[in-house]
């Protein structure tokens, strides 16, 4: 069936410094892809988006591309700021079915310090 | 803001009880989820609701149940508790039917432990 993998963490960056985390998706149809992040306490909010091959999702200075032929949907930020520190899930909504089943990697967390 | 909530926030519950669990969607949105996000994991998916009928259903027992109101409300049920069964629950909420790519907005979650 269709799932996601994403690197390991926990991931501590210094404050400013680049981000990227890496995330791998098996899916037979043609998924649209997510990334969530979690504060903690808190629950999921989506973060960006992309539902087609080569598209890039963007926000709060946080990017990722649809890459169909690596089956790819790595999460990237230039300069990361504390406010950043998080667990952040790639996911993806499987279209196959007559409903919308989103699929969630296992998390990674992600700290930064000052 | 997503405008979905959920209660209680934190609930404890010792095996073999039942549960309800409460979510109130963002006004508007036909669709709601609920997903079981066990610590240190990603959510699973346990079932989605459609205009008050199930539609679609993950890979747990029947003794989790739902039930989607109308008023945009919605409830998880959980019988026979077990201990495994301790984890962060959430809701989610869309627009759509389903087979789209609607974005579901999610509640904070109700923390269930099972003692």
């Known amino acids: 069936g269709d799932s996601v993998t994403q690197m390991e963490g926990p991931v501590t960056l210094s404050e400013e410094a680049f981000l990227t985390i890496n995330c791998t998706y098996t899916a037979t149809g043609y998924p649209s892809l997510f990334w969530y992040v979690q504060y903690p306490g808190e629950g999921l909010q989506l973060l960006l988006k992309?539902?087609?091959?080569?598209d890039k999702g963007s926000n709060k200075g946080f990017e990722a591309t649809y890459r169909k032929e690596t089956t790819s949907f790595h999460l990237e930020k230039g300069s990361v700021q504390v406010s950043d520190s998080a667990v952040y899930f790639c996911?993806?909504?499987?279209?196959?079915?007559?409903?919308?089943?989103?699929?969630f990697g296992p998390g990674t967390s992600l700290s930064v310090i000052p | 803001e997503t405008g979905v909530t959920q209660s209680p926030t934190h609930l404890i519950k010792t095996r073999g009880q039942q549960v309800t669990l409460r979510c109130s969607s963002q006004s508007g949105h036909n669709t709601v989820s609920w997903y079981q996000q066990a610590l240190g994991q990603g959510p699973q998916f346990i079932f989605q609701y459609y205009r008050e009928e199930e539609n679609g259903r993950g890979n747990f027992p029947p003794r989790f149940s739902g039930l989607q109101f109308p008023n945009y409300s919605s409830e998880l049920n959980v019988n026979a508790l077990e201990l495994d069964d301790s984890a962060l629950y959430l809701c989610?909420?869309?627009?759509?039917?389903?087979?789209?790519?609607?974005?579901?907005?999610f509640g904070p979650g109700t923390r269930l432990t099972v003692l």
């Open positions: 992309a539902t087609k091959a080569d």
């Open positions: 989610a909420s869309s627009l759509g039917a389903g087979g789209s790519t609607d974005t579901q907005y």
């Open positions: 996911a993806l909504s499987d279209l196959k079915t007559s409903y919308d089943k989103v699929i």
